[in-house]
């Protein structure tokens, strides 16, 4: 007998969509500390772990969605997941916003006027419309657009999929649901540089993209030796890590709609379609505990990155972009550690039978799996 691959066992494969998430985490706070730190005006092409992660959480919503019992109504469903969708995500946000409003204030950058007028926007997740008109009053906040364009996902897309649900079947709303990908792309592509980049609709199609998968993964009958093979996921990887280290700036370029968003989408689709059957280096590694941890935790991360950055650089500036970086990353490690265990894990393990009769979550491995980060 042959030694069953780790990637096999569904515990790992679920490591693995944690590893791509950490992966994107680090690929976003490379192009901010990068760039805030004024170590460089060419910050990379970092800004496409964002695309994965919103193809992630397209991915991870709609298989939650689709495992829902069959005969759960359909209000009740939705209220639950809303409401799930809140407990998870608003605590590590007011945390955020709180905590840094503060330290904002006292160091009078930017000035307290601004962030009291800047706070209600991010805490009602309205942040994206206002970024796309130019830069916020509060810059260092400006980085929850995209909860923003997740958040109006949450609310839209479980009540078009669990009506589709009782019409179409798994397969067919697969191919439904990527052509409406397509067409959202291609209708974005008429927008300019900076609303593609930070409105909903080009963002939408990613996040299409990963339901489109989920679907795709839900059809019976599926395959150990379907999907991706560990070559076409290791060059995917290596992609998005090229173009995160590049010195290189398409953020805001015309060029960014043809490059960087269709790469990172693909990449975050391979990576999520590897096959069950078989290992590979890069997979394992997506897999360790380092880079899964980091993905578990990549919500605070992502969260408390910028605001972190923009304080050390304010506090200390005379310092040279190699000291503030430093000094970033060793405050940014003990906060994201603080934030998760006191504002994220308490939501994460809570795994409280609900209304609708949707099944428990009884381990953590399995709570893990079901949730969905910015």
């Known amino acids: 007998m042959t030694a069953e691959p780790a990637t096999s066992s569904p515990a790992h494969r679920e490591r693995v969509l944690d590893g791509l998430r950490g992966l994107a985490a680090l690929a976003v706070v490379h192009v901010h500390l ?62 955020m916003v709180v905590v840094t409003g503060a330290v904002f204030a ?34 260092p906040w400006q980085h929850t657009w995209s909860l923003t364009v997740e958040w109006v996902f949450y609310l839209v897309w479980p009540l078009l999929l669990l009506a589709a649900r009782r019409r ?50 839900a059809v019976p009958g599926r395959r150990d030796d379907a999907g991706r093979d ?15 280290l590049l010195p290189s700036s398409l953020n805001g370029h015309p060029a960014y709609r043809y490059t960087v968003f269709p790469a990172a989408a693909v990449v975050a689709f391979v990576v999520i379609d590897h096959r069950r059957d078989r290992g590979g280096v890069v997979l394992r590694l997506l897999g360790s505990r380092v880079l899964s941890g980091l993905g578990v935790a990549s919500y605070s ?3 408390w990155h910028l605001p972190v950055v ?36 308490p939501w994460l393990t809570a795994g409280r039978p609900t209304p609708t009769g ?4 009884s381990t953590r491995r399995a709570q893990q799996a079901e949730r969905v980060q910015a």
């Open 34 to 95: 990068v760039f805030y730190s004024g170590l460089s005006e060419l910050d990379g092409g970092g800004h496409a772990g964002v695309v994965v992660f919103f193809v992630l959480s397209g991915y991870l919503v709609t298989r939650q969605l689709w495992r829902r019992p069959a005969g759960a109504p359909l209000r009740a469903t939705y209220a639950d997941f809303v409401r799930r969708r809140v407990v998870r995500l608003y605590p590590a946000l007011l945390g």
């Open 106 to 139: 006292a160091l009078d950058a930017p000035p307290l006027a601004d962030v009291i007028r800047t706070a209600p926007v991010v805490l009602a997740q309205a942040t994206a419309p206002f970024v796309a008109a130019g830069p916020i009053a509060v810059e």
């Open 168 to 217: 179409l079947d798994a397969a067919r709303l697969r191919t439904v649901v990527l052509v409406a990908a397509g067409a959202l792309y291609v209708a974005s592509l008429a927008l300019s540089p900076r609303v593609f980049y930070f409105v909903a609709p080009a963002n939408w199609a990613a996040m299409l993209i990963g339901a489109g998968l989920a679907l795709h993964h």
């Open 230 to 244: 560990p070559l076409v996921v290791t060059l995917g990887i290596a992609l998005l890590v090229v173009a995160t």
């Open 301 to 303: 991360l992502y969260l």
């Open 310 to 345: 923009w304080a050390v650089r304010a506090a200390w500036p005379d310092a040279s972009p190699l000291l503030v970086c430093a000094a970033a990353l060793a405050v940014l490690v003990p906060v994201v550690a603080a934030s998760f265990v006191l504002l994220e894990r």
């Open 358 to 361: 949707w099944p428990a979550r």
